[in-house]
Each structure stands twice: as C-alpha cells, then as structure tokens.
Nanobody, 124 residues
Framework: QVQLVESGGGLVQAGGSLRLSCVAS????????MGWFRQFPGKEREFVAA????????FYAGSVKGRFSISRDNARNTLYLQMSSLKPEDTAVYSC?????????????????WGQGTQVTVSS
C-alpha cells in the first residue's frame, strides 16, 4: 500500500483560503486515483473531491464545487486541495486517500490507503 501524509490544515477566518497537501510514498503515485474526504465529529467520512490518475478528470461534492479545487503533481508524488471561500461548516478533519479503481470514487470503499488527517477550522 501507499503511505500518505497530509499537511496544510489550520485555523482560518470565514471567507479565507487554505491549501492542503498530501505526499505519497512507497508505491507509484500515478497508479492511484486520489481523493479527499472530510469527517465531522461523530459522523462518517464525507466525500469532498477526487482526481483521476493523470489528473484529467476531477469530481466534487456539491457542497464544495466552485470553492475547492483538487490537483496532483505526479512528479512530486503530491496531491493538493485548494480551498477558497471557506465557511464555518467546512470545519472538519480532512484526509487524503488512494485507490486502484475508477468506479464509485465518491465512496470510501473505492480507497484502500488513508492518511492520518489534518484539522481545518473555519471561524465565523
């Protein structure tokens, strides 16, 4: 399995921006479909965004579409999530994930490697 480490979380005011990064190691990064998920306290993980192996296809949850942008740099083994116009309801732990299938990329079951997560807190 590929190992994933996120960074870039923190505290930001509503309307602000953050960029999350996820560095992969151990396997060929470009072999994996990558996703971002978030988890609210006491809730299941929620799909945020996904990107295909080459970066040519992206998918977003309706709640973040137009505000968040997922990208990847296969040469640097790094996945990104650019978050703009942040809202207090975006406050969550954000995790990156790697999967080998292009089917149902909005489901946690499409992924078999997960990072430890990074906290994003948006103040009002």
């Amino acid at each position: 399995q590929v190992q994933l480490v996120e960074s870039g979380g923190g505290l930001v005011q509503a309307g602000g921006s953050l960029r999350l990064s996820c560095v992969a190691s151990g396997r060929t990064f470009s072999d994996y479909v990558m996703g971002w998920f978030r988890q609210f306290p006491g809730k299941e993980r929620e799909f945020v965004a996904a990107i295909m192996r080459s970066g040519s296809g992206t998918f977003y949850a309706g709640s973040v579409k137009g505000r968040f942008s997922i990208s990847r740099d296969n040469a640097r083994n790094t996945l990104y999530l650019q978050m703009s116009s942040l809202k207090p309801e975006d406050t969550a732990v954000y995790s990156c994930a790697a999967g080998s299938t292009i089917v149902r990329v909005t489901s946690t079951r499409a992924y078999n490697s997960w990072g430890q997560g990074t906290q994003v807190t948006v103040s009002s």
